[in-house]
């Protein structure tokens, strides 16, 4: 249902807390697609919602205002999970006019077969609603090429659409009520937003200028600071943190038991180490991991010549990463023939990464000297 966030604004929802998938990041606290409702002389919604919530959309909208009375429909994004519903929506908002870029409305009318009354808007153009305006910044590529943010100057609220966004159900309205999911933000960053980094970090600055005092964005909870934008800044900039990500592929755990001892070696070291069996961890999870370390230990026993082929899916995510250099170690096992390190090796320099130790091992078997010299490389690359 509706919540008052001022008394000309409201949060419409809509939440899904039992959702536990989206785009491939698994959301142990579900998920949210906010729209937003301004009151003033032209009262206007921004964002909207996808089809399976359109019942209870309707009703949080009519829980504050007649439908009728809707004369403006600010479209950020048309990704179907802000504008699934749209169709149905505007049978009952029969006033209101579509309010986006060109390229949004060439979206919304090839995706959902609309036919409404658009006002097309440009960088930097403002939308006079009576006592309060809009102001628009087309984002394109953030993380589709219509995106957009709106900003309403007065109260200065953006509205800022999947940028700025987690995918989690709201335990409160606002962030700094809700327990710590910065995990789940990074999560949510490495698919939605790093492909497209650089224009992340575009309109990051521009949410900068803006100085908002609340940031509305369509996935989670409101923000009444600005520490969200330093968060996404620092993961479009300079991801990197001083931490290990291992990760491994075993069959008969010989290639398990050198992750673990590895792990152990550097946990000795007091480093931290984010550790995951390749088989029964979320991609998406990993990607943000090695998004955000600055070494990689990769290993997996050998099969068909090769490491195993799951890593391959992995790989393709980490193209999307967009970095260079990292810092790598390889492990592995085999039996009577090399395959997994010296393919893994390949992998990560035509991925442009630093390979900078390795260890393979014949039937699983290694020594304490082996794992420390791996350690020792590794370490001395820092
Ligand atoms: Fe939340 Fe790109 O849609």
């Not at 808007?121 to 309060?132: R, T």
């Amino acid at each position: 249902m509706a919540e008052k966030i001022k008394d000309n604004l409201y949060w419409l929802g809509m939440d899904n807390p039992d959702s536990r998938d989206f785009h491939g990041i698994y959301t142990p606290r579900g998920g949210s697609y906010n729209s937003y409702l301004i009151l003033d002389d032209k009262p206007t919604i921004v964002d909207l919602t996808n089809t399976p919530f359109l019942k209870s959309y309707l009703e949080s909208l009519r829980s504050v205002i007649d439908p009728k009375e809707i004369q403006y429909i600010v479209i950020n994004h048309t990704e179907p999970d802000h504008c699934g519903a749209i169709k149905e929506i505007l049978k009952h908002t029969i006033n209101a006019k579509v309010v986006c870029t060109e390229k949004c409305r060439e979206f919304l009318e090839a995706q959902f077969d609309i036919k409404a009354r658009f006002q097309t808007v440009k960088q930097d153009e403002a939308l006079g609603l009576g006592k309060c305006a809009l102001r628009f910044y087309p984002m394109p590529m953030v993380h589709w090429p219509e995106a957009m943010m709106t900003f309403m100057e007065d109260g200065k609220v953006l509205f800022s659409s999947d940028l700025f966004g987690t995918e989690i159900a709201h335990e409160s309205l606002y962030a700094d009520d809700m327990k710590d999911f910065r995990s789940l933000t990074k999560d949510y960053f490495a698919i939605v937003m790093r492909p497209f980094f650089k224009q992340v970090q575009k309109a990051a600055d521009t949410a900068i200028t803006l100085s908002p005092g609340l940031i509305c964005p369509s996935h989670g909870p409101i923000y009444r600071n600005k520490e969200i934008i330093g968060l996404y800044e620092k993961l479009a900039k300079d991801p990197e943190e001083d931490k290990f990500t291992i990760i491994y592929y075993s069959i008969w755990h010989g290639t398990e038991k050198i992750a673990k001892q590895i792990k152990e070696a550097l946990k000795k070291e007091d480093k931290k180490v984010e550790f995951f069996d390749i088989e029964r961890s979320n991609l998406v999870h990993m990607m943000a991991s090695c998004l955000t370390s600055k070494y990689l230990i990769i290993g997996s026993m050998t099969i068909a010549s090769s490491y195993h082929p799951s890593f391959d899916a992995l790989f393709s995510l980490l193209k999307l990463n967009h970095q260079k250099d990292k810092i790598c170690g390889i492990f592995g096992t085999h039996g009577w023939s090399s395959g997994s390190v010296p393919r893994l090796k390949e992998k990560l320099e035509q991925m442009e990464y630093r390979p900078i130790a390795e260890v393979d091992c014949r039937f699983g078997k290694v020594s304490e000297e082996n794992i420390e010299e791996f350690k020792r490389k590794i370490l001395a690359s820092s």
